[in-house]
Nanobody, 126 residues
Framework: LQLVESGGGLVQSGGSLTLSCTAS????????IAWFRQTPGKEREGVSC????????NYADSVKGRFTISRENTKNTVFLQMNSLKPEDTAVYYC????????????????????WGQGTQVTVSS
């Protein structure tokens, strides 16, 4: 299972970006997906996650009210809509997948996710 992120870039503080996560040659319908982010010298931080059906979502406190996770299984894609971006949101953003039966909605344990993308850089300028 190979995940591919896209949509990163450079944006001014207060701006918006939408990240996408898709899989090549694999159907994500039965996988929960999470977004994590990481900056140099820091541990990977959970941002948001969503169950396979989309009925269950979770967000880190730092992004609640600003980020929205969603999925379109017909397009085999999960989205992370990021609004009101702040310089502290600057990071490499990764999507990760786990079979839905193992999904706990927990953003504190990256090791619970089996499959990872290569990441996309998000840079927010002040």
């Amino acid at each position: 299972l190979q995940l591919v992120e896209s949509g990163g870039g450079l944006v001014q503080s207060g701006g918006s970006l939408t990240l996408s996560c898709t899989a090549s040659r694999f159907n994500l319908d039965h996988h929960a997906i999470a977004w994590f982010r990481q900056t140099p010298g820091k541990e990977r931080e959970g941002v948001s996650c969503i169950s396979a059906s989309g009925d269950n979502t979770n967000y880190a406190d730092s992004v609640k009210g600003r980020f929205t996770i969603s999925r379109e299984n017909t397009k085999n894609t999960v989205f992370l809509q990021m609004n009101s971006l702040k310089p502290e949101d600057t990071a490499v953003y990764y999507c990760a997948a786990v079979p839905d039966r193992f999904y706990r909605g927990d953003l504190t344990e990256p090791h619970e996710y089996d499959f990872w993308g290569q990441g996309t850089q998000v840079t927010v300028s002040s």
